[in-house]
């Protein structure tokens, strides 16, 4: 078997750094549109823009994994006229006033957030049959006082037992 010597049209040879089309120069995004998220499913978000229209919306990568929660004040881009299989994108989070959140572990290092910028937190809790428990309750009160959150409480099965007891202790 006779080896042959590769000549100059065997090498591929690959573009220097400098002439690659990818730029690091992102999109300013200055077209972007406000809007409040609704719902959050399997990567798919609703969110409400001013003129009350409801859009169907995909997070950029580069806001990363959980960056996205309900109430999230948010900007997005792209085909946002609500129609069916119309899809818009998130390109920007605005600060969140308030959050409610929950740990992950049982050592509390890391919290999730459920949901952000909230105006009330309704506790609903039974009367009777299970009895109220009122740890669970001090602490939605505690969390609700933290945030700026205005805490309401609703005793439901008030025909099984007076709302009132509980409320007094």
Known sequence: MVRRRPDESDIRIRPAKSTRPRSKDRPSHSDSLAAQVITVDRGRTL???????????????ELGKNAVVVGDLVNIVGDVSGDAGSLARIVAVQPRRNSLSRTID????????????????????????????QGFID???????????????????????????????
């Open 106 to 133: 049982d050592a509390g290092a890391f919290e999730k957030t459920i949901a952000a910028n909230l105006d009330q937190m309704v506790i609903v809790a039974a009367s009777a049959d299970p009895a109220p428990r």
């Open 47 to 61: 969110c409400r823009i001013a003129s009350g229209q409801l859009v169907s919306a995909m997070k950029a990568r």
């Open 139 to 169: 602490r939605c009160l505690a969390v609700a006082f933290d945030q700026g959150i205005k805490p309401i409480i609703v005793m439901s099965k008030s025909d099984l037992a007076d709302p009132d007891e509980f409320l007094r202790a």
